[in-house]
């Protein structure tokens, strides 16, 4: 664990069920007069927009909404926000939504400053310019994007690559569970997981591992276990629905400053060819990574047992502690609805090797893993995935 460390977070945090009716005061602090809003159309379909939009009413903002965002983003729809924002000359992006959304948002603020491209952003403190002011409002409980330095973007017809830098550090975040009722089970299940696995991965990381992040993690797997099947079987629950989101935006912060690793690695193949949802990927090598890791990271995952499974669970040897957590999230994942196997998928075993190696590209996220991997190691993972 690093003794000497810089930690970054969101400066202002607004939680609450109906909060998103403080977006128009939010954006007033932040001296935005046009901001342009990030989302998807099933957003607006939904009618999750209004309180926001009606919050804007007795001002004199002049409001532009994007609404062509797609799941994994690739760069054509980065370059379409930026058109609109620059024909309706927009001061200020708001991300709402889900992680897509929010990524898009985070490196439109940049490109919407004319201070710098986007190829020229990819890779770890590569972003050099200026942004627009930012604030993002989730609407999922699991990303953790709108905490978070990272924006995933997809950069080819199945490859995706990162952009870190603290530069894309939000202004302001918006937590309201009243965009969360209602979803989808299969939704709220993956994203719930999705970000359990934050919490993991920073808790276990090799680098950047801080006192604060562990707190973070920690707390992030206490509130997410805890109400995680609550509001799946009570979709309308505030109190677990906020709980859920304040639990994503802890494992955000964590994992923003001690960074994930190999499970992310694995799971963004497997997102950019066959477009999985990014916390069902997740979820589907979470337990066999949990294994592999086990001989260098048993003590950390004994640590996390209480905490997920509570004071009544499993006492294993420590040996066993990835073994405990790999057959938990399998179970939690089969009970929640979620396919558990590559082969559910409808997943070839002959695009395992091709998988293997994609993975090994994501060395910014295998650096972090608390053993190495490799490209043998990768596709292992994946068969005892299928």
Do not use: W
């Not at 994007?66 to 024909?87: H, M, N, Y």
């Not at 970000?195 to 090799?206: G, N």
């Not at 040897?317 to 073994?323: G, H, L, P, W, Y």
């Amino acid at each position: 664990m690093a003794s000497n460390f810089s930690f970054s977070r969101v400066p202002d945090v607004r939680v609450g069920v109906g909060s998103t009716g403080q977006l128009a005061n939010v954006a007033k602090a932040l001296r935005v007069q046009a901001p342009i809003i990030i989302t998807d159309e099933r957003i607006v379909d939904l009618g999750l927009l209004n309180t926001s939009i009606s919050s804007f009413t007795a001002t004199d903002v002049r409001l532009t909404i994007f609404s062509g965002v797609v799941a994994d983003p690739p760069e054509a729809i980065l370059f379409e926000a930026l058109s609109t924002a620059k024909e309706n000359g927009c001061d200020g992006v708001i991300g709402f939504g889900g992680g897509s959304s929010m990524d898009v948002a985070k490196v439109l603020s940049v490109l919407m400053a004319g201070d710098q491209n986007l190829g020229s952003m990819y890779g770890v403190d590569k972003v050099i310019g200026a942004r627009m002011p930012l604030i993002q409002i989730p609407t999922t409980a699991g990303t953790g994007s709108e905490a978070t330095m990272v924006s995933v973007i997809t950069t080819g017809k199945t490859t995706k690559a990162g952009i870190v830098s603290r530069t894309l550090l939000a202004d302001a975040v918006i937590l309201d569970a009243r965009l969360t009722f209602g979803l989808p089970p299969s939704i709220t299940a993956a994203t719930g997981i999705d970000a359990m696995v934050h919490a993991i991965e920073s808790f276990t990381s090799v680098r950047l591992k801080n006192p604060m992040s562990d707190f973070l993690a920690l707390k992030a797997l206490g509130l997410l276990s805890t109400n995680i099947r609550t509001v799946i079987h009570q979709s309308d629950n505030a109190e677990a629905r906020q709980a859920m989101l304040i639990g994503a935006m802890c494992a955000g912060e964590a994992f923003a400053n001690a960074p994930v690793a190999a499970v992310h690695a694995l799971a963004y193949p497997l997102g950019g060819n066959y477009h999985i949802p990014h916390g069902l990927t997740n979820s589907l090598v979470l337990p066999h990574v949990l294994r592999y890791n086990s001989p260098q990271a048993a003590e950390l995952y004994d640590q996390l047992v209480p905490v997920i499974l509570g004071a009544d669970g499993p006492h294993a040897d420590k040996k066993e502690s990835a073994i405990v957590l790999a057959e938990y999230f399998t179970a939690l994942a089969e009970e929640l609805g979620l396919p558990t196997t590559l082969q559910q998928l409808n997943i070839s075993k002959y695009d395992l090797p091709r998988l293997a190696k994609e993975a090994m590209t994501q060395t910014r996220l295998l650096i972090n893993n608390p053993r190495s991997v490799s490209e043998k190691d990768a596709l292992k993972i994946y068969q005892q995935a299928f």
